[in-house]
């Protein structure tokens, strides 16, 4: 068997030229611009290529985008003052700031101050506790793409399918089981001090990996014709290449790919579909916040 090869790139510039069109209807129709206001907290390397990225996607989907590069030495103070200015700005209707933070800053406190209605992240509590009780909720974009891959593009018959999480991260992990518990799926999360990952793993007919450790799950615990959504994306020293590292993913590839029905490559995966929803997320806060229908 050889894997299907989940598109990330591709699908996720489907939905970006989706979302340009429905920019320049609301445009059109309301005289509404989405506002997307990005921070970032120090020169922490990987953090500034994604802030770019996103940055980048929302450009060039027509909407507004405030950008701010902030020193590592910040105080917490001060960036929570910005985040209330932010709060109150009315061009303003999506706020991320890109996480790690530098030590001196409370990351929770910081994603708590965010006005709920603005967190395009989903990462403020009352949008986790929305989710996990089956209210309306800004969803976390990693999860909300994984489940548009399996859900909206393979079309997966999900209820009642067995699906096994490897990670808890608030981030991706439990949002990511609180979704597919949603669609009713019977759902396993797996982490660092789960016993016999491998029967777990075999026992799954959907794996979402998102553990943070290189190619961690092997090929051979997967099961045939189950569909794989690799979250990981990591550095891995490579002498052969002319960088010196290869980027992969949480999962062994090759050797999974052998075995499954579906797969996402990394990269190009699951990562532009996280920016995707992103700006998907920051239409839909426009639309609440200014209570105009969306197109």
């Known amino acids: ?14 939905l970006r030229r989706a979302m340009a069109a429905a920019v320049v209807g609301l445009k059109s129709a309301h005289g509404l611009v989405p506002g997307l206001a990005v921070v970032l907290v120090g020169e922490h390397a990987p953090s500034q290529i994604y802030v770019r990225n996103k940055q980048k996607a929302a450009k060039e989907v027509g909407l507004n985008s405030f950008e701010y590069n902030l020193s590592a030495e910040m105080p917490q103070d001060e960036l929570l ?3 209330a200015e932010l709060n109150a700005n009315a061009a303003v209707h999506g706020i991320l700031v890109q996480l790690p933070l530098p030590p001196q800053i409370d990351a929770m406190a910081v994603l708590d101050a965010i006005d709920p209605a603005k967190d395009v992240d989903g990462f403020h509590v009352i949008n986790a506790g929305r989710l996990t009780v089956g209210q309306p909720a800004m969803i976390p974009c990693t999860p909300k793409g994984c489940l548009y891959l399996l859900k909206d593009h393979l079309k997966l018959p999900l209820a009642g399918m067995r699906t096994l999480v490897i990670g808890r991260s608030n981030i991706v992990g439990k949002p990511m089981a609180a979704l597919l518990l949603a669609e009713g799926c019977t759902v396993t999360i797996a982490h660092s001090k789960t016993r016999d990952l491998p029967t777990e793993c075999a026992r799954a007919d ?3 990996a998102a553990i ?5 799950v092997r090929g051979e615990w997967i099961k045939k014709g189950a569909v794989v959504i690799d979250v990981g994306i990591n550095r891995v020293e490579d002498p052969a290449d002319p960088r010196g590292y290869r980027v992969a993913g949480d999962v062994e590839f090759t050797s999974a790919a052998a075995r499954a029905a579906a797969i996402t490559p990394v990269p190009g995966g699951v990562g532009p579909m996280t920016i995707a929803c992103l700006i998907s997320n920051t239409i839909k806060a426009a639309c609440l916040i200014t209570n105009v229908p969306r197109s």
């Open 1 to 14: 068997m050889t894997a299907m090869l989940i598109d990330g790139k591709q699908i996720a510039a489907d």
């Open 206 to 208: 959907i794996i979402v």
């Open 81 to 83: 003052k910005l985040i």
């Open 212 to 216: 943070g450790r290189p190619e961690f």
